[in-house]
């Protein structure tokens, strides 16, 4: 697979991740907004949701979505490193693109918004409990159970091999189960890049971006992922 396909389609596959899945948690959390105080389970099903419209539009590239399967799929030797970075890089910068596309469409409820946690929330992820080593711990646990499933259920293949729809509702039970330590980012570049668009957006009071967090998502989801790889390799033999 050449590199600027992987590119594109891993770009406009994240972007679509990150518009309606920031979308959902703008819906729930904005105010005047319709879907306010939708609750946890409507921001799962909209997460899962995401994922799967996000996969069925980046088949071309195997629909990985996140660097920790990308990572995943490096180790198991499916991709080599320069793929690897190409991913990465389409990945953050679909993540921006998407999380550009819910401030636009959500404008007039940023500005509406008195809280600045609540709009820092769109973006990205943070903590129920504030512990950075355990919040860790679960950024790792719950990024696991996603990558080591994702290769069980395609024996090692990419995810839009498996189908959209078993990982979109392994999304939403990691959400359902996993999610509330710290709201479960389990995708460095889902973080990261609405994050980056946070900070520099001119968004009506929105404080700062959280940076002192901004590890957790990103090295946790990173180290679950390559962990899923090297245990599957031993736990899940490939036929």
């Keep these: 697979m050449d590199l600027g396909t992987i590119f594109l389609s891993e770009t406009v596959g994240t972007a679509m991740l990150l518009l309606l899945g920031g979308g959902v948690v703008a819906n729930v959390a904005l105010v005047k907004s319709k879907g306010f105080n939708g609750g946890t389970l409507m921001v ?18 195997g629909a990985h979505l996140n660097p920790a399967v990308s990572i995943a799929q490096l180790i ?41 946690a609540a709009k820092l929330g769109v973006f990205s992820t943070g903590p129920a409990i504030r512990s950075y080593g355990w ?9 696991f159970v996603l990558v080591f499933v994702i290769i069980g259920i395609g024996n090692g293949k990419s995810p839009s091999e498996l189908g959209a729809l ?24 889902r973080d990261l890049g609405p994050r980056i668009a946070h900070a520099f957006l001119p968004i009506k009071g929105k404080g700062g971006s959280d940076w002192g967090y901004a590890w957790v998502p990103v090295v946790g989801p990173l180290v679950g992922g390559a962990l899923a790889a090297f245990a599957s390799m031993a736990l899940l033999p490939m036929a």
Aim: charged fraction near 10%; aromatic fraction near 14%.
């Design 76 to 116: 198991l030797g499916n991709i080599d490193f320069p793929q690897f970075l190409i991913y990465v890089l389409a990945q953050m910068v679909g993540a921006i693109i998407g999380a550009v596309l819910v401030y636009l469409a959500y404008k007039n409820h940023f500005d509406e918004e008195p809280e600045p």
């Design 135 to 143: 919040n860790f711990v679960t950024e790792v646990i719950a990024t």
């Design 44 to 61: 799962n099903f909209g997460w899962g949701l995401a994922v799967f419209a996000g996969i069925l539009v980046s088949y071309k590239s």
């Design 166 to 189: 078993p990982v979109a509702l392994l999304v939403v039970g990691i959400g359902a189960s996993l999610g509330g330590p710290t709201g479960y980012a389990i995708n460095p570049a």
